[in-house]
């Protein structure tokens, strides 16, 4: 890998599919042993722009590296120092865990590649199902799997397309464990993901709209930009006065947790008004969530 302070730079990327324009003027920029969750909705280019960032796909326009080689010219570099990991399980089902691993290691021409495939089955506890076919592993240990098969030639970057759909809340703990542990040796990754809980543990994020970048950051610079005020409150029929909120002056979001709404808005002393008007709910001012953040920002665009 090249030796540059940045992992991925890419500035303006553009791409598009039979005149259908999917992604618009894309930027971003990680450093080393970042971890970024990549966000939007189905649809919003998430898949493309991994695609174009591992050399999978060429973009129609626009200039970036990564790994210290340029995106539109040396994709065939980028290849060989990244692990990519498609959101479908896409090692081959009639081999055993062992021999997944093998093909991989032959593929990329390892060295010593059953020393090497002895140290990844140890580092994803992987021992007692290297002789199982991969189609009877569970959702979790075929994700393992995908990881370990991404990390037996060593790379820098790992960009991973909804790695844990699909899989139990214990195994997304696990394998979230697992990147930052990845992290601490330097390894950056880039992780597309639907659950919030997950973003809220990124060092970066990134939330794409119908193919732009809405927001990208750490955490506490998107709650900053929002500039979001919260109230939750609790009482009967919230159902219905939830309607009544979302007409009222200063209310910009209404949603439902649990038995509580959050209500939120930019403006404070409006928002306060509003709030004075129905002193018969329990009213408690809390700061807003990362979630509260991104809707703001989907509801202005």
Known sequence: MNNVPNVIQVKNINKSFEHHRVIMDFNLTLRKGDICGF???NGSGKTTCLRMLCGLLKPDSG??????????????EIKKHIGYMPQKFSLYTNLTVY???DFIARLYNIKHRSE???EVIAAFNLKHYKNLRATHLSGGWKQRLALASCLLHDPQLLLLDEPTAGVDSKARREFWDELFILAERGITTLVSTHYMDEAERCTHLAYLQSGKLLV????????DKAKLYTWM?????????????????????????GDKLHVSGKDEELLLTTIAQFNEYQWERIPSSL?????SFIGKS
Request: proline share 3%.
């Open 233 to 257: 409150l609790k009482g009967s029929n919230l159902i219905e006065f939830s309607r009544v909120l979302r007409k009222m002056p200063g209310v910009e979001l209404v949603a439902f947790f």
């Open 63 to 76: 200039s970036g590296q990564c790994l210290g080689y340029d995106i539109l010219d040396n994709s065939h």
């Open 99 to 101: 021999d997944n691993l």
């Open 291 to 295: 979630e509260d953040a991104f809707m």
């Open 39 to 41: 966000l939007g909705p």
């Open 216 to 223: 990208e950051g750490k955490i506490a610079d998107i709650l």
């Open 116 to 118: 090497k495939i002895k």
